[in-house]
């Protein structure tokens, strides 16, 4: 049993063949999957599938690309919405500095505001990092983010700093670029962190596994990911799956 703990089934790229995707998935093993709402589009989209599938949940928040469209009202409809009973995590929040819509000053203010909304909900966060590792880190632990703990999503920076978000009650989740064969700092990740600490996920419909690189991923590929793993730690898959699985359970405190 798989449990894909990052999907974006809730945009346009599954609207054809939504329901074929889910299929596939079920018949690969992956059994649950948090689908991660990131605007005023995707929320409501994200919150319709978790509510239409048992073993589907949500995760609200918004997308530091776009953090200069957020306005107080959005932050305040994510907090009421935090207490739907298949919403488990608030984001994904974080840091881009790849795209430059948002101003860097306005992107870390729209993190720390979820944040705190996160530790007034009692909710673990999903982090988007994308060339932000050091602000990152500095802003979790000024914001005592530790108090909730949550995911370094589709972790993609060196083993360097996983200590770091390890100390402060993260988990590492790692996606495709873990089995790409030029990309060595996921692989060295997946070496260190330790099995009760690691979750595996898709980003789907992004940044699909060897050998389906550049084409359309989606939450069965994650076998993948998790088989790669098994691989670099020298561990069976069914160990790999049962942890990371386990751990998914225990962060986002679901009870099968």
Known sequence: ML???HVHLN???FDEDREEVLQRAKETGVEYMVVVGFDRETIP???ELAENNPSMYA?????PVDAI???DKDLEWIEELASHPKVVAIGEMGLDYHWDKSPKETQKEV???QIQLAKRVGLPIIIHN???TEDIIEILREENAAEVGGIMHCYNDSADFV???LDMNFYISLGGPVTFKNATDPKEVAKVVPLDRLLVETDCPFLAPHPNRGKRNEPAYVKLVAEKIAELKEISFEEVSDATTNNAFKLFKINP
């Open 111 to 113: 993190l720390r505001k």
């Open 69 to 71: 469209d957020m306005e």
């Open 59 to 63: 995760a609200v928040g918004w997308h």
């Open 11 to 13: 945009i346009n790229q």
């Open 163 to 165: 200590q770091e978000c």
């Open 3 to 5: 449990f894909d703990t």
């Open 45 to 47: 989209k994200a919150l």
């Open 130 to 132: 994308r060339e932000a």
